[in-house]
């Protein structure tokens, strides 16, 4: 087999900070936040007032009324994420192409609104039935099924759950697909639609939201900006791509994956530590190498703290130099989305030679003391790059790009 | 000409299709209209919260046409029996 390379051709993404790469790229670029309060919901008994949703979303504009009758608000982003990311790849299919074309997608929660609605029937309102599209519609795998049926594509297909790590372990995944030549292309990424009412007093219930907004590594932190949305990207064999002509991100050159082992919950570093230097390993890199860090920075206490302590771990003097961020600062956190969409930021990254900030820094704490490039973005072309995502359960999962 | 029931019936019919309901008529059946099996049981779960009334899996299976659905609803309203109309 041919040294199987594995590039990234195209990419797509919907969150709170836009609705299409190119707008979130704005925003991103600018620093500008898409928290605020939450509309999706009656926030009335509920604790936390603020999200990042996607605002002013018409599920009209990108499907008919019978295909918006099939798919809960997880999947419809998470095939307009795919569509955009096949459209920007520009690939030409073919029959021979299709057979061999694999999607991976991550999900946390998968359509939890869906099901929240039905419960809410039979359990608040007293009927004695759920609608009949319910199960459809709330299963995880929704997203990667109608991605292959609306473009035919008819390879591996599946949909894992490593709830905040999701898209990270599908992109990763994927990665593994391209490189054994169990895929000639994929279409990996996440999605998730966790802003239902149940989901919220759950959410509510483990005490990690942030009252006001999402202020990651900052002393005054007080917690997670919930989110939503999905990114998906291209990938393909790099020989493949060159052939062709595509406009190539970046090399997905590759991924780390490792368990704490340790707590259901609580972040600890060990595990983050094996995973960064795995994906390092990975891709056959060292940490000087890597010029920007884009964090799973959720803005919680715990999990700033660890992931700083993990880092200065694996890069020793090297982490005096290399850019962490959190755009979740901006997008809050789309749980099974996140990855994908960090994915995406970072890949944008790397193409346009500026490092997005972390947005609403206030203060430095002495536990978070790297350089978290604070609510102005920075102009800088980076070598390589790393994108964190760690999950409650402590299964986490690493991506590192190398520029081409 | 179409009574009460037979109205409902179709605009229910077209709105778990998303088709005009000028192109139903009561001789339709259920493949010319384009329901396949997901619409069918989306279709018998609106008919169930329109009419008040629980279709029972054996009649909802032999359903073929908008006749049947309006005379099996009928049915189900009068408090006949729910027995499905007579094997084929």
């Known amino acids: ?128 039935r759920v609608h009949p599209l319910t199960i459809p519609r709330t299963m995880a795998n929704a997203g990667a099924s109608h991605i292959s049926m609306e473009f035919g594509l008819k390879g591996p297909a599946f949909t894992l759950s490593t709830a905040c790590s999701s ?47 999402c202020r990651p590594f900052s002393r005054d932190r007080r917690g997670m900006i919930l989110g939503e949305g999905a990114g998906m990207l291209v990938l393909e064999p790099l020989y493949a791509a060159r052939a062709r002509g595509a406009h ?19 972040p600890a570093s060990a595990g983050p530590v094996r995973a960064i230097r795995a994906a390092l390993a990975d891709a056959g890199m060292q940490p000087e190498q890597i010029g920007y860090i884009n964090a799973h920075g959720t803005g919680t206490i715990g999990n700033d703290a660890t992931e700083t302590r993990a880092i200065r771990e694996v890069f020793g003097a090297a982490a005096e130099k290399v850019a962490v961020t959190s755009t979740k600062s901006m997008h809050g956190h789309a749980l099974g989305a996140a990855g994908a969409i960090e994915a995406v930021a970072t890949l944008l990254a790397m193409k346009h030679g500026i490092l997005p900030p972390t947005a609403n820094f206030t203060a430095r704490d002495p536990e978070c003391d790297l350089d978290y490039v604070p609510n102005t973005a920075r102009p800088a072309r980076v070598e390589a790059a790393l994108s964190n995502s760690f999950a409650f359960g402590g299964l986490n999962a690493v991506l590192a790009f190398h520029a081409l | 000409m179409a009574d009460i029931l037979e109205e409902k019936v179709f605009s229910t019919l077209a709105s778990v299709k998303h088709i005009p309901q000028e192109k139903i008529t009561i001789d339709s059946s259920l493949a010319d209209l384009g329901f396949d099996s997901l619409d069918t049981i989306s279709l018998l779960f609106e008919l169930e919260n329109a009419f008040q009334i629980s279709i029972p899996d054996e009649r909802a299976r032999s359903i073929r046409t908008v006749r049947e659905i ?8 009068n408090g006949n029996s729910l027995k499905p109309s007579s094997p084929g």
Not at chain 1, 184 to 208: H, N, Q, T, Y
């Open chain 1, 248 to 266: 190539i991100y970046a090399e997905l050159a590759g991924a780390g994956m490792s368990a704490d082992a340790h707590h259901i919950t609580q």
């Open chain 2, 70 to 77: 309006v005379e099996g609803v009928r049915a189900l309203k």
């Open chain 1, 167 to 213: 898209s990270n372990h599908a992109i990763g995944l994927a990665m593994q697909l391209i490189r054994s030549g169990g895929a000639e292309i994929a279409i990996a990424g996440g999605s998730e639609a966790p802003l239902s009412f149940g989901m919220l007093k759950a959410w509510d219930a483990m005490r990690v939201i942030a009252p006001d907004t």
């Open chain 1, 1 to 128: 087999m041919p040294n199987r390379r594995v590039a990234v051709t195209g990419l797509g993404a919907i969150c709170a900070i836009g609705a299409n790469a190119a707008e979130i790229w704005d925003s991103l670029r600018t620093g500008r936040p898409g928290i605020g309060p939450l509309t999706l919901v009656d926030t009335a008994g509920l604790r936390m007032v603020n999200a990042a949703e996607v605002h002013g979303y018409d599920p009209a504009i990108h499907f008919t009324p019978s295909q918006i009758d099939h798919l809960d608000r997880f999947a419809q982003f998470a095939l307009i994420a795919a569509r955009e990311a096949i459209q920007d790849s520009g690939v030409a299919w073919t029959d021979e192409l299709r057979e061999r074309a694999a999607i991976v997608t991550g999900s946390g929660i998968g359509g939890q609104s869906t099901q929240d609605a039905g419960f809410q029937d039979v359990y608040m309102r007293g009927r004695d």
